[in-house]
């Protein structure tokens, strides 16, 4: 299939005098690195797991693909075309092939709508507003996510969590967009809810022909759900590759790390070892010099202080941003004697 959204070293910083970080940590007004030049490339019908810990700019990169985030550079093409050269009226009309689905359906949810009015809105904004039309168009979508239309004139506290992320979904789905950020979609929900969120949003996937860019902190979300895989770390992608390749043969040491520390179904026998990483996630605010990860990772030397690492090749259409796959270092071991 054909690249549907292509994202070239995006880089989205955000002043920290501004906000509650600034007046926290009374910082005096350094830049906050939030995304530090990240490139993605997502096919037409594909879902592109986007994982990394909380904090590494995971939302702040998909929101920044959709512009609901001025990028501060970088360029983002859809379907062909440049979004971060669109005007405000140009990006409205976009609006209808790109959505965000919320990770909090309480928060995201306006509590004195009915779900009639808060499906519709989105429509309402593009310009329908024939009462008829709204609501077929509203039945139809709230019908699909399996909701009922006797839920229509109901209020989002008459829901629990898994029906309410239901109506966030009907909301980003019901203009019919190509491209869907999922952004944490069933991390605020019940354990028990998960799986049928997960199933539902596959489903639709399939039936609507949808292409995602799905962002959790969950490998065992992003395993399931994915067909390919982008590692994210302090803003960069450290690793991408086609989900089977990346869990198989992880080789950047950080989506090792992240692997490890997930009891894998059948691999016990094996001794398992789980890696920790060294410290905490530094803060965006001061970020380490060259590999970003060489604070917290294992094999660290002296070149991982000073020079960011290249992506390598790691496998077919698999690339990791590590000197230890540098083909010519790999070529200097082989040559060296014993
Ligand atoms: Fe670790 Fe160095 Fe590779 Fe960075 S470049 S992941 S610090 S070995
Ligand atoms: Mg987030």
């Known amino acids: 299939a054909e690249v549907l959204l292509k994202a070239e070293n995006i880089v989205k910083h955000y002043d920290s005098r501004r906000g509650l970080w600034g007046k926290l940590t009374g910082n005096p007004g350094n830049l906050v690195a939030a995304v530090n030049g990240a490139s993605l490339e997502i096919r037409r019908g594909e879902t ?21 985030h001025e990028p501060t550079s970088g360029r983002i093409l859809f379907d ?5 050269s669109l005007s405000p009226a140009e990006m409205k009309a976009m609006r209808q092939h790109m959505q965000i689905i919320f990770q909090d359906p309480y928060a995201s949810l306006n509590p004195r709508k009915t779900v009639e009015e808060l499906v519709g809105l989105p429509l309402k904004l593009q310009g329908v507003t024939k009462k008829a039309e709204l609501r077929e168009r509203v039945a139809e979508i709230v019908t699909n996510v399996g909701l009922k239309t006797s839920h229509l004139s109901r209020y989002p506290h008459q829901f629990s969590g898994g029906q309410r992320q239901r109506i966030g979904i009907a909301r980003a789905l019901i203009l019919h967009p190509q491209f869907v950020v999922c952004d944490e979609p069933v991390s605020a929900l019940d354990v028990s809810i998960q799986a049928q969120v997960i199933k539902l949003l596959g489903d639709l996937k399939r039936e609507l022909g949808l292409t995602y860019l799905f962002i959790s902190h969950d490998i065992s979300v992003i395993g399931y759900i994915s067909d390919s895989i982008a590692v994210m770390y302090l803003g960069e ?7 089977r390749e990346v869990l198989k043969n992880p080789s950047h040491p950080y989506t090792q790390a992240l692997l490890s520390a997930v009891p894998r179904v059948g691999h016990a026998k094996q001794g398992h070892e789980r890696i920790r990483l060294q410290g905490d996630l530094p803060t965006p605010l001061n970020l380490p010099s060259g590999c970003k990860f060489h604070t ?4 660290a030397y002296e070149r991982c202080r000073t020079e960011a690492p290249q992506h390598h090749q790691a496998g077919e259409s698999h690339r990791a941003a590590c000197h ?8 200097r071991q082989q040559e060296a004697p014993e």
């Open 80 to 84: 062909g075309t440049d979004v971060t």
């Open 237 to 243: 992608i450290v690793e991408s590759g086609p989900t």
């Open 324 to 331: 230890l796959l540098d083909p010519n270092i790999i070529a």
């Open 296 to 299: 917290r990772c294992p094999y």
């Open 48 to 68: 592109v797991g986007l994982i990394g810990e909380s904090g590494c700019g995971k939302s702040t990169l998909g929101r920044t693909l959709l512009r609901l």
